[in-house]
């Protein structure tokens, strides 16, 4: 009673540092790689910025090692969190052959490590809800403690592959939770033309609790996952996390959000930036000052520099192995 907020959420100051520090890793990492698109060395980059304290904080009410992920694209503050290195992000930026998700043969942002329980993704949306449903079934039958945890925009849940593993999921009491980063834009099409009422409030249709709250809020949407993981852990079944948020920049590198959405809007949501309130609330319980802060930005923006030059001087795959992983044996097709 009458503690901090962290306090009560069972978190202490070593907790608060490291998410703060991963919420600035992804943001100097997302920085870095717009900046290498825009200067023709990357292909092609989903952005991250603006969604950091969803992932962070979601991504924080996991155990690692034992529970699995299965991201989306936009993910990369929440891969950081779940045991990708810098490095490993801008190694499959370039497509190198050390790249984790897939040795250079998936496209950027499409994470996966075995090793990290992190499931690689297919490019359709809401794919990675069925693969999630599939593995906590999986998971359920073999009396395994361990949740599932997937990952999408709004858009993806007007996918019948999202429907149909929310279905499953409910059906059959899977420990699973659904977050969705609602940021409101599915590319160019707004919200209001993609979900007839509001997506938390489909998770009473599949027979499971739905919550929604403020994406931007760290504390906030580690709560409210928390919680959700706490109720799979203990058998009582999946849940839908709903965290509202907003992204910064244009959908990818190809698209150009200035068509779709007035320069004004953007601006005020950036005054709602969510590693600037997660400082603001780190100063306020006195857990940093300015000049740790300002310690802990120039570490955090090294490291991802120094991830991004070490992945670009990484070797690309050897050409002849090209169809490994890709193909099955050729020979006998
Ligand atoms: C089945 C399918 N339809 C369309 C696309 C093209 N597409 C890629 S991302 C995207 C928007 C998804 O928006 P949302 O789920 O809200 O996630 P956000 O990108 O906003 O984080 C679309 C339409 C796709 N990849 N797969
Ligand atoms: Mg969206």
């Known amino acids: 009673m009458g503690t901090d907020k962290h306090t009560d959420l069972g978190l202490k100051e ?4 490291e998410m703060y ?28 910025s603006g969604h950091e304290a969803a992932q962070v904080g979601s991504a924080w009410a996991f155990e690692k090692g034992k529970d699995v992920f299965c991201p989306y694209y936009r993910d990369m503050a929440l891969v950081l969190v779940a045991g990708f290195t810098p490095r490993d992000v801008f190694l499959g930026l370039y497509g190198k052959a050390e790249d984790p998700s897939s040795g250079g043969r998936q496209m950027p942002a499409h994470w996966g490590a075995k090793d990290r329980n992190i499931i690689t993704g297919s490019s359709p949306i809401a794919t990675q809800c069925l693969h999630a449903a599939g593995i906590a079934y999986s998971r359920k039958i073999k009396k395994s403690d361990a949740v599932v945890g ?3 925009g709004e858009g993806g849940t ?26 409101q834009y599915a590319i160019s099409v707004h919200e209001s033309k993609q979900v007839a009422g509001r997506v938390y ?6 027979g499971m609790p739905g919550h929604e709250g403020d994406g931007n809020d760290l504390l906030e949407s580690y709560r409210l996952v928390k919680t959700a993981v706490d109720r799979a852990r203990a058998g009582e079944g999946p849940s839908l996390i709903e965290l509202r948020t907003y992204r910064f920049y244009s959908h990818t590198s190809d698209d150009d959000d200035r068509t779709y959405r007035a320069r004004e809007e953007v601006e005020e949501w950036k005054k709602k930036d969510p590693i600037t309130r997660f400082q603001d609330y780190l100063k306020s319980v006195e857990v ?17 520099d120094e991830g991004a030059k070490s992945a670009e001087e990484a070797d690309f795959p050897d050409a002849a192995t090209a169809a490994q992983n890709v193909y099955g044996n050729l020979e006998v097709v």
């Open 150 to 152: 997937t990952w999408f």
């Open 288 to 304: 940093i000052d300015d000049a740790k802060i300002e310690q802990m930005r120039e570490e955090a923006k090294t490291e991802a």
């Open 21 to 48: 520090r991963y919420m600035l890793l992804a943001r100097y990492c997302d920085e870095r790689q717009w900046a290498l698109n825009r200067q023709g060395k990357a292909p092609f980059v989903v952005p991250v």
């Open 158 to 183: 007007s996918e019948g592959d999202w429907h149909g593993a929310m279905n499953f999921a409910g059906i059959h009491k899977l420990p699973l939770v659904f977050v969705c980063e609602n940021n």
């Open 201 to 206: 409030q489909r998770a009473a249709g599949y």
């Open 14 to 17: 070593e907790d608060l540092l």
